[in-house]
């Protein structure tokens, strides 16, 4: 659950396609970066992609950098 605190918005998100046209959006669109691209059949694609600019990248809600910081540095004291 702590973990969710400062979690990172940019990391690499994967999806499996079995849609032709579905693949093509994900490799015309320009601010996708794809960063691994795998055949894993006939018909079905591993595609793994993240935002290629920070600044394009949503904030997520639930996440707070001083909190986390705050809970790490309290279980470190405790261990």
């Known amino acids: 659950m702590w973990g969710k605190l400062c979690e990172n918005p940019r ?3 994967t999806i499996l396609i079995s849609d032709p046209q579905e693949q093509y959006r994900f490799l ?7 960063t691994n691209l795998l055949f ?5 694609v591993w595609l793994a992609w993240r935002h290629a600019e920070e600044s ?8 707070n950098d001083v909190v986390a910081s705050y809970v790490t540095a309290g279980g ?4």
Do not use: F, M, N, Y
């Open 28 to 34: 015309a669109t320009p601010v996708i970066e794809v």
């Open 76 to 79: 470190r004291l405790h261990l």
């Open 40 to 44: 894993a059949g006939d018909s079905v």
């Open 11 to 13: 990391k690499t998100q």
């Open 56 to 63: 394009r990248v949503q904030t997520l809600r639930h996440t």
